[in-house]
């Protein structure tokens, strides 16, 4: 069936811009759609009115224009002009109004800008197109980051294979919300990252994960164990052993519970898990092997432990 719009009915439009329909109409849910509208017809991002008009909660507003923010359909920008009775508010302009001839214009009346380009090119390795253009001067401008801690953030992204804008800029709006704004603390940023990053890969080989994504929980598991409880491979594999000898399958839980109680009896090595393991064999009044961590405390958290046999 072919529609005809009727001009003439309506006074005024909103653009939409095609990105939204070709790529977000689909998987896009119902609110972020109607924060989308309201926006575009207010050319503001009034949260707390646009959840007024649409009866639902303002945090689910901010949610739904932060979503449209980190596809690239907005970009932020503070009024240039204060109303005297109003505070300071935030207007959402759209990406795709930097045209072309103006990035040009940045780049040719900057040198700064200029090397960002050139630098970003030889860093992926290709020529950047006009979506990157955009989303560099954003996170330059708009989060307030230097351009040398632009292009650290852009070469650790491609460093890890997340060649990927949208990962690129909420990377940037993090360290614009940390403080992260200085060549120093980007460098250390990004050292962190890249050993946490070793930390996974290794665990990953231990439990035999593969190339699979991991999850957030199993990163907090892995962080846990590595950052807080400061174990390293050769413990975390011997949990690993140890909790499949128990219960027969893989259990990050089971392995958390067996690596806090070594923790917290200061086990650090396999020689101490030996030496422990030792020590309850010789006990007179033991009966054999013993574990080196609490079967009783195990169980009181709910993991059920296999009985050894006397």
Not at 44 to 67: C, G, H, M, N, Y
Request: with cysteine; charged share 25%; net charge neutral.
């Amino acid at each position: 069936m072919e529609l005809e719009l009727n001009m003439g009915g309506f006074s005024s439009f909103v653009a939409v811009p095609a990105d939204v329909v070709d790529k977000y109409l689909a998987t896009a849910s119902g609110i972020y759609i109607k924060v989308l509208l309201a926006v575009l017809r207010a050319n503001r991002a009034d949260t707390a009115q646009i959840a007024r008009k649409l009866t639902i909660p303002e945090s689910d507003v901010k949610e739904a224009v932060q979503f449209w923010v980190q596809n690239g359909i907005f970009t932020e920008a503070a009024v240039s002009k204060k109303q005297p009775s109003e505070p300071k508010s935030r207007v959402v302009v759209s990406a795709q109004s930097l045209s072309a001839s103006e990035i040009a214009e940045r780049a040719t009346g900057s040198q700064e800008i200029r090397f960002l380009f050139q630098a970003a090119e030889s860093l992926t390795g290709a020529p950047i197109n006009s979506t990157m253009q955009r989303t560099l001067l954003y996170v330059h401008d708009s989060y307030g980051l230097p351009v040398d801690v632009v292009l650290m953030a852009l070469e650790y992204c491609w460093s890890i294979g997340k060649n990927n804008l949208n990962y690129f800029q909420k990377l940037c709006a993090g360290w614009a919300d940390q403080g992260i704004n200085t060549h120093a603390l980007a460098e250390e940023t990004i050292r962190r990252l890249n050993s946490e990053h070793s930390d996974e890969r290794q665990v990953m080989e231990i439990l035999g994960l593969g190339a699979y994504p991991l999850t957030a929980e199993q990163k907090r598991y892995i962080q846990v164990w590595t950052r807080t409880y400061g174990f390293g491979p050769d413990m975390i594999k011997l949990a690993c052993e140890r909790t499949l000898n128990a219960i027969n399958k893989l259990s990050l839980p089971y392995m958390n519970s067996i690596l806090k109680s070594w923790q917290e009896k200061g086990i650090r090595t396999p020689a101490d898990v030996a030496a422990k393991d030792g020590k309850k064999a010789q006990n007179p009044g033991g009966s054999g092997w013993s574990p080196s961590y609490d079967i009783e405390e195990l169980e009181r958290r709910g993991l059920q432990i296999p009985k050894v046999d006397k």
